[in-house]
């Protein structure tokens, strides 16, 4: 009885570990897309430098306001499916803001 049990925690404990590494990747990704885009690169190639260190299937957006440009990275970390199938998907996201180098 204790077997099973102890199985469906360290799933669920390791579900929890892709979420935080989703978290901090998307971080990355805010933070890689917002330096990119204040360094002068264009929006695309801005967002396409944030993708290559995002999670899979994430959405980055960019604005510019003034002197600083704001970058907000966003993506889904589906549950573990199997018996978790009722747990449901996770929505992580990051802002970041850099300002415009001259």
């Given at each position: ?17 892709s ?36 999670p899979?299937g ?23 499916g ?8 996770v ?12």
């Amino acid at each position: 009885m204790a077997v099973p049990l102890l199985v469906a925690v360290t799933i669920g404990l390791v579900w929890l570990l892709s979420v935080g590494a989703a978290q901090v990747r998307t971080v990355d990704a805010a933070r890689e897309t917002a330096r990119a885009a204040a360094r002068g690169e264009d929006e695309a190639a801005a967002v396409a430098r944030g993708l290559t260190v995002a999670p899979p299937g994430s959405r980055i957006t960019v604005a510019t306001s003034g002197d600083t440009v704001t970058a907000r990275a966003s993506g889904q970390v589906d549950g573990p499916g199997g018996l978790f199938g009722f747990l449901p998907a996770v929505e992580v996201h990051a802002d970041a803001v850099a300002a415009v180098e001259p």
